[in-house]
């Protein structure tokens, strides 16, 4: 077997999960060109939340972000995390709006695609997987790793099957709660493997439950290709484990090994550590081991939205109420798998359970639609009684959701109007209508990025222009560590001193 690739997640899920993805571009700059000489199989940067929160709190244009970052990021692929026909947001969107949104973001700078399903229905993964095909982009299929008397070995391999049949260029075993044993992760490697010797296999774990490391050794043992991991200054709790750590502990395994260097790495954690201070108060406060989610299985980022939602209402100390409903909520709904948007779906509907005291006798719209069948079909079909509580009368469809939604991108331009510049800034406002409008509004009347994000530029500008000097100058720099990467080091090196 071949080195274990490592992708670096730090600057998407590692904030995500530990600091409510409020890391802002110009924080990601200065490293950006150490990152790429460190030898990380790709590095996720986009997607997930990371859209929204540009939008929504930061003031930044999120492809203006992928941009920046694509431009520093000359030898590592570029990686994201895509909600299937959801996107980037929470809601299914029309076909049009699928194939555009891929194409832009292979054209500013996207190369593999994440691309998962919150119910593990294929049905919602046929036109993301054929947009980005045609955009040019990598498609990786995930498959949303939970626990259930439906979910097992043979279940996960099938869709692993219709992924690949489906045009998957790789797959990725998605474990978003850290529920992950590392007797499965052996057995559904090895699984997945055998049937797909040739198709590379990545592994995505959270460190919730103190699982991960354990599985990660056995999936690479197995066969895995690459694993997700996390810089140690944002990893471990609800991120990934540390990308060190597991360096260190592959190093034992002949073949192996990931050929990754823990000094340089070092250099990043060291740089990591002093941004995350800049975040304190957007800190979780999740840290450490929570073997509680083996039972409730509430992914880290959802937990943060609990116990704010409780925490309004001055019932945070519901919190393991709430837990314990969580799951009776997921059974009822046919054991989805909890990640975005379903974890929010069954987390919420979960919370005014316990604070109405009543089971579904206030149900969301979401909750709703997750019964009809407008997110998909769920692994098991849900009861009959609790159809009736949910839906009344109404009865649940049985096609591909999307099938219903028209053409949506026209309409969007007369709506945004001349606040959209571009196709991009139309596709914003597609996924997050408000917001968007209100960033394009501010932009529109003087916004542009921030001081922080202009320095952060610049320098980088400058040290790579010095960089380039001192390499014309003495080419013998170029050896100094033996592996080429010397300048750059040195030059992150002064980057982090002028900050």
């Known amino acids: 077997m071949a080195k274990v690739g490592i992708m670096e997640t730090a600057i998407r899920d590692g904030h995500q999960s530990l600091l409510a993805t409020r890391m802002r571009t110009e924080d990601m700059i200065p490293a950006l060109e150490a990152m790429d000489e460190v030898g990380y199989h790709s590095i996720e940067c986009w997607g997930g939340a990371t859209f929204d929160s540009c939008l929504r709190f930061l003031r930044e244009d999120p492809w203006e972000r992928l941009r920046e970052i694509k431009k520093r990021l000359k030898k590592t692929p570029t990686q994201m995390l895509l909600r299937g026909q959801n996107a980037v947001g929470y809601r299914h969107y029309a076909d ?193 081991i929570d073997a509680g989610v083996l039972q409730h299985q509430v992914p880290g980022g959802m937990i943060s939205n609990l116990v704010g939602q409780l925490r309004e209402q001055g019932a945070e100390a519901k919190l393991t109420q709430v837990l314990e409903e969580n799951a009776q909520v997921r059974a009822d709904l046919g054991y989805p798998p909890l990640v975005t948007p379903s974890s929010q779906i069954v987390g919420t509907q979960a919370v005014l359970n316990v604070l109405t005291g009543k089971r579904y006798g206030s149900v969301t719209k979401e909750t709703r639609n997750l019964a009809k069948g407008m997110y998909g079909q769920t692994a098991q079909p849900i009861a009959e009684d609790i159809l009736q509580a949910i839906l009344g009368d109404e009865k649940p469809i049985e096609h591909r959701p999307a099938d219903e939604l028209a053409p949506e991108l026209e309409a969007a331009k007369a709506e945004v109007g001349d606040l959209a510049e571009n196709i991009d800034d139309v596709l914003s406002y597609v996924m997050f209508p408000q917001p968007a409008k209100e960033f394009l509004q501010w932009r529109r009347e003087g916004g542009g990025p921030e001081r922080e994000l202009v320095a952060a530029v610049v320098g980088a500008m400058v040290m790579s222009e010095k960089k380039q000097t001192a390499a014309a100058a003495q080419p013998a720099m170029a050896t100094e560590s033996g592996n080429g990467m010397g300048s750059a080091w040195r030059s992150f090196g002064r980057m982090r001193q002028m900050r």
């Open 96 to 288: 049009d709006v699928i194939y555009e949104f891929a194409d832009r973001a292979v054209q500013n700078g996207m190369d593999i695609f994440r691309i998962f399903d919150a119910l593990n229905d294929v049905r919602n993964l046929e036109v993301p997987f054929k947009a980005v095909k045609k955009a040019g982009g990598h498609i990786q299929g995930a498959l949303c790793y939970t626990t259930s008397p439906v979910h097992t070995v043979d279940n996960f391999a099938q869709l692993a099957t219709e992924m690949v049949q489906m045009g998957a260029d790789s797959l990725c075993i998605k474990d978003m709660a850290g529920i992950l044993s590392p007797g499965m992760a052996h057995a559904l490697v090895s699984r997945i493997k055998q049937d797909h010797p040739d198709m590379l296999l990545q592994m995505h774990c959270h460190d919730t439950s103190g699982y991960s490391e354990m599985a990660y050794l056995e999936g690479a043992k197995a066969g895995a290709d690459v694993i997700d991991c996390a810089i140690s200054s944002l990893a471990g709790g609800t991120s990934q484990p540390a990308t060190e750590t597991l360096v260190a502990a592959l190093a034992g395994y002949p073949g192996r090994e990931t050929g990754l260097d823990l000094t340089q790495l070092g250099e990043l954690a060291s740089y990591f550590k002093d941004v995350r201070k800049k975040y304190w108060k957007f800190e979780s406060g999740l840290l450490g």
